[in-house]
């Protein structure tokens, strides 16, 4: 399995400013997720993130609020801009490793819009 | 859509029985299935991945898996009050993408 580590694993933020989360993992990986978890919610992807290539986003998610950068194929930030307190959740990075095709999770980062 | 379905709970289970989570999928050409856990304030963890019809046995975890019915579900024995915690269904229906339940919430009473 791969290890993940994400940082910040928590912040409070004002409305109207942005927060950039960085994933780092400890090997190549070339599938990299992000998810948002709201409080007693299941997992909503926002995005995927391909190295050397524009992030594919979701329904619902568009690159100016949350731009991704993917440099290389062990590191990814997701940024939350221009925040709101509907932007409050847990953000999780998550990684496909391709030899048994199963993803893994970050430790998440807690985010409060205030 | 491709959906994964289950029931949110919660099933509460006495120490030391056995706990059943199910999970229905909506897309028959599923290949991957896998159960994660998540402890509340914490992100998911992998216990059990499937590919194959049958059962598959980890310690005190075995995942079932039913392509014709299109189900899958984990059994714990002898549950423990740290098994309580949330535990998603996953399904990889081909390409990269996982498709994830709303998760089942495991109470185990001690």
């Known amino acids: 399995s791969a290890v993940i580590s994400q940082k910040p694993s928590r912040d409070i933020c004002q409305r109207g400013t942005s927060l950039t989360i960085q994933c780092q993992v400890d090997?190549?990986?070339?599938?990299m997720f992000w998810y948002r978890q709201q409080p007693g919610q299941s997992l909503t992807l926002i995005a995927t993130?391909?190295?050397?290539?524009?992030?594919?986003?979701e329904s619902g998610f568009v690159i100016d609020k949350f731009p991704i950068s993917r440099p290389n194929l062990t590191f990814s930030t997701l940024t939350v801009s221009n925040m709101s307190p509907e932007d409050s959740s847990i953000y999780l990075c998550?990684?496909?490793?391709?030899?048994?095709?199963?993803?893994?999770f970050g430790p998440g980062t807690r985010l409060t819009v205030l | 859509q491709k959906e994964v379905e289950q029931n949110s709970g919660p099933l509460s289970v006495p120490e030391g029985a056995i706990a059943s989570l199910n999970c229905t999928y909506s897309?028959?050409?599923?290949?991957?299935f896998f159960w994660y856990r998540q402890y509340s304030g914490k992100s998911p963890e992998l216990i059990m991945f499937?590919?194959?019809?049958g059962d598959k046995e980890d310690g005190r975890f075995t995942a079932q898996l039913n392509k014709a019915s299109q189900y899958v579900s984990l059994l714990i024995r002898d549950s423990q009050p740290s098994d309580s915690a949330t535990y998603l269904c996953?399904?990889?229906?081909?390409?990269?993408?996982?498709?994830f339940g709303a998760g089942t919430r495991l109470f185990v009473k001690a």
């Open positions: 998550s990684v496909l490793a391709a030899s048994t095709d199963t993803q893994y």
């Open positions: 090997s190549q990986v070339t599938m």
């Open positions: 993130a391909n190295q050397g290539s524009e992030a594919t986003y």
């Open positions: 897309d028959r050409g599923s290949q991957s």
């Open positions: 499937i590919y194959s019809n």
């Open positions: 996953a399904v990889k229906t081909g390409g990269f993408k996982t498709i």
